[in-house]
C-alpha cells in the first residue's frame, strides 16, 4: 500500500521559516516525483513544488519560487520543502504528493492537473504573530 506521510507544518510567526517533510512508503519503482500542492483558504488547491527523485531536477511555481525549495532526502523515499519568510498569505493546508507520471507538469495548475499520483493527508501552516 502507498503512503506518504508529511511532517513539519504547524504555527509560525510572519518572516519566519518552516520545513515540511514527506516520505513516501510502498512505492518500489525508481521513476517518480514527489512534491506539494497547497490549498489557502478561499482559493482552488495549486501545484507549488516538484522533485524528480532519480535527478533531481525541479519545478517551482512562480508564485513562491524566490522563497519556497524543495530537496530530496539522503534517506530514499524522503523530500523536504523548505519555506523562508513566510507571511500570512502562505497559510493553508500543504499536501505532500507522488507523481509517478515523473514529469512535474501539475506545478502551477491545479489539483486536477496531477493525473497520475498519490495524495497524502495534508498538513496545516498557519503564519500568524
Known amino acids: 500500500q502507498i503512503q506518504l506521510m508529511e511532517s513539519g507544518g504547524g504555527l509560525v510567526q510572519p518572516g519566519g521559516n518552516v520545513t515540511l517533510s514527506c516520505i513516501v512508503s510502498?512505492?518500489?519503482?525508481?521513476?517518480?516525483?514527489i512534491g506539494w500542492f497547497r490549498q489557502v483558504p478561499g482559493e482552488e488547491r495549486e501545484g507549488i513544488s516538484c522533485?524528480?527523485?532519480?535527478?533531481?531536477?525541479?519545478v517551482i511555481s512562480h508564485a513562491v519560487k524566490d522563497r519556497f525549495s524543495i530537496s530530496k532526502g539522503s534517506t530514499k523515499n524522503t523530500a523536504f520543502l523548505q519555506m523562508n519568510n513566510l507571511t500570512p498569505d502562505d497559510t493553508g493546508v500543504y499536501y505532500c504528493?507522488?507523481?509517478?507520471?515523473?514529469?512535474?507538469?501539475?506545478?502551477?495548475?491545479?489539483?486536477?492537473?496531477?493525473?497520475?499520483?498519490?495524495w497524502g493527508q495534508g498538513t496545516q501552516v498557519t503564519v500568524a504573530s
Open positions: 504528493v507522488l507523481d509517478y507520471e515523473d514529469r512535474c507538469r501539475w506545478v502551477g495548475e491545479p489539483s486536477t492537473s496531477l493525473q497520475f499520483g498519490y
Open positions: 510502498g512505492f518500489t519503482l525508481d521513476y517518480y516525483a
Open positions: 522533485i524528480r527523485m532519480l535527478d533531481k531536477g525541479t
